[in-house]
């Protein structure tokens, strides 16, 4: 009787060449597409890009559209781009201590992507948050207590920001920026 051996195969053989295969690193495109919506020049917002073989924009192994883009070294060490689905597959040798570093290292980029993000639109409605509280002096509290005690909607709006966590007080604060100009 003849026994059969057969070789498992990597799931990123076929698109991505021979392995082993790893992973290299993240690259946000939403990010870049939302500085080039915000007018931003594209060589500019694209001159940090990856230089990949396949994948920026489109997923290297299943041709998805892609905007979190997981860079992935093959054997011969060139560079693809894959999806955060995909990605997974990369230590499709139940590697699993390579797969919990990479998972972690991903969260870790796009919280400080989000951070950044956020502390840029916080930075951006800032000054007219701060005229507006010009305006909203003159405003009594919006708790009648308060109010008696000559507290004003700008106390009420800095008692409100002073403790939220940075997309709260970005949301408070607009919504303070947009009071003050419709009670003009």
Known sequence: METKTTTKRHP?????????????GYFDLGSRRRAMEAGRDYAEVMKDA??????????????????????????DGELFGVGSDCIRKVYADGDVEQLSKMERDIKTKKKVER????????????PEYTAALAKLANKPHPVDYYASIGKTLADYYEFVIRGSAISSKIKSMKRAVQLANTED
């Open 12 to 24: 990123f053989t076929e698109n991505l060449g021979d392995g082993p295969f790893s992973y290299v």
């Open 115 to 126: 951070m950044e993000r956020e502390q840029a639109q916080f930075d951006k409605v800032m």
């Open 50 to 75: 990856p230089r990949l073989k396949a994948g920026l924009g489109t997923c290297a192994h299943c041709g998805h559209a892609i905007m979190n883009i997981m860079i992935v070294r093959n054997g």
